[in-house]
C-alpha cells in the first residue's frame, strides 16, 4: 500500500520561509508527475506546481519566483520551497504523486494528508 506523507509546515510571518517535503513510502516501481497543490478555506484546490518525471517544472503564477519544486527520485521525495511567503499562500498544502505500483499496474493519483501553512501579515 503506498503512503504519500508530507511534513515540513508551519505557522511564519509574512517574508518568511518554509520547505514542504512528501514521501511515498510502499512497493512503487514507476513515478510519473509530482504536484503540490494548496486549498485555502473556502476556496477550490489549486495546482501551486508541477515537476515532470524528466525534472521540468512549472508553477502557478501566485508562486514563480517566490517557490522552487524538486524531487529526489532515490528518496521518493518530492518538495516545495517556498520564499518570500505572503498571508494569501495561508492554506492547507497537499501533495499529489502519479505512480505505478506494478509493471504493468497503470498509473495512479496518490495524495498526502494535507499540511498546514499559515502566514501572518
Known amino acids: 500500500q503506498v503512503q504519500l506523507v508530507e511534513s515540513g509546515g508551519g505557522s511564519v510571518q509574512a517574508g518568511g520561509s518554509l520547505r514542504l517535503s512528501c514521501a511515498a513510502s510502499?512497493?512503487?516501481?514507476?513515478?510519473?508527475?509530482m504536484n503540490w497543490y494548496r486549498q485555502a478555506p473556502g476556496k477550490q484546490r489549486e495546482l501551486v506546481a508541477n515537476?515532470?518525471?524528466?525534472?521540468?517544472?512549472n508553477y502557478a503564477d501566485s508562486g514563480k519566483g517566490r517557490f522552487t519544486i524538486s524531487r529526489e527520485n532515490a528518496k521518493n521525495t518530492v518538495y516545495l520551497q517556498m520564499n518570500s511567503l505572503k498571508p494569501e499562500d495561508t492554506a492547507v498544502y497537499y501533495c499529489?504523486?502519479?505512480?505505478?505500483?506494478?509493471?504493468?499496474?497503470?498509473?495512479?493519483?496518490?495524495w498526502g494528508q494535507g499540511t498546514q501553512v499559515t502566514v501572518s501579515s
Open positions: 499529489n504523486m502519479r505512480l505505478s505500483t506494478g509493471w504493468t499496474t497503470p498509473l495512479s493519483d496518490y
Open positions: 510502499g512497493t512503487i516501481v514507476r513515478f510519473n508527475a
Open positions: 515537476i515532470t518525471s524528466g525534472g521540468s517544472a
